[in-house]
């Protein structure tokens, strides 16, 4: 596995973005998150914030729902506006109703609406 991230540190340095991806991906899988930090400082210098949201879909996929948040309201402070929604998504699993109503109406205000909820013929029911 060190032999794989060595060469996508190089391949990252020669100007391959989808390297980043990938050796976050990596590290996320064998749970290096010191390594994960330094890559996803590495990414931010050089403007990738998208980087913020795949570990916090890591972090859920992997049960660690209750870190999501943390990783996207990062996402949101350099401008991922990608991120409302999703920060909003993993409230609600957690159980943080109004927390996730916040981000929701955030998303909303900037037009991230679902596509379900655009027709006039969304019924919402609770």
């Known amino acids: ?3 794989a991230l060595t060469r996508l540190e190089q391949a990252f340095n ?3 973005a989808d390297a980043q991806n ?3 991906s990596l ?3 064998m749970n290096r998150m ?3 930090n330094v890559w996803v400082e590495r990414s931010l210098a050089s403007g990738r914030t998208g980087v913020l949201r ?9 049960g660690r729902r209750q870190e999501a948040p943390e990783w996207l309201n990062r996402a949101v402070s350099y401008g991922d506006t990608e991120a409302f929604r999703d920060i909003a998504s993993q409230l609600a699993y957690t159980g943080r109703l109004d927390e996730a109503l916040t981000w929701f109406g955030r998303a909303a205000g900037i037009g991230d609406v679902p596509e379900d909820f655009k027709s006039s013929e969304t019924v919402v029911t609770l």
Do not use: P
């Open 1 to 3: 596995m060190d032999e």
């Open 14 to 16: 020669a100007g391959d």
């Open 22 to 24: 990938q050796a976050v």
């Open 27 to 29: 590290l996320l899988r």
């Open 34 to 36: 010191q390594e994960v």
């Open 54 to 62: 795949q570990v916090a879909d890591h972090l859920a996929l992997c």
